[in-house]
């Protein structure tokens, strides 16, 4: 069994910087990659970066965000920067794991949420 919990969302004026943590706890055994996605009201999920073996930006996001990860600590982070009223939702953290029986699954945390006021 695997949690992700997120934290660092919360509310900030446009231009401004937001760093979202995502730890990731349980029987982890390598972590194949960790992404952020994020959710606005009446629009699907997208993805917005990932880091794995490579490291992909969604195009809206490219030069003002940035992935990272801490191996040891099993945690990703996503530093966003000149931040944009489009840029609310609710962002979620996934992990493709490998876990118990070294099998891979795919976990998600709870979310959370990111306002830009304009």
């Known amino acids: 069994q695997v949690q992700l919990v997120e934290s660092g969302g919360g509310l900030v004026q446009a231009g401004g910087s937001l760093r979202l943590s995502c730890v990731a706890s349980?029987?982890?055994?390598?972590?194949?990659?960790m992404a952020w996605f994020r959710q606005a009201p009446g629009r699907q999920r997208e993805l917005v970066a990932i880091?794995?073996?490579?490291?992909n930006y969604a195009d809206s996001v490219e030069g003002r965000f940035t992935i990272s990860r801490d191996n040891a600590k099993n945690t990703v982070y996503l530093q966003m920067n000149s931040l944009k009223p489009e840029d609310t939702a609710v962002y979620y953290c996934k992990a493709n794991i490998n876990g118990a029986g070294h099998r891979a699954y795919i976990y998600w945390g709870q979310g959370t949420q990111v306002t830009v006021s304009s």
């Open positions: 349980g029987i982890i055994f390598s972590i194949n990659n």
């Open positions: 880091s794995g073996v490579t490291t």
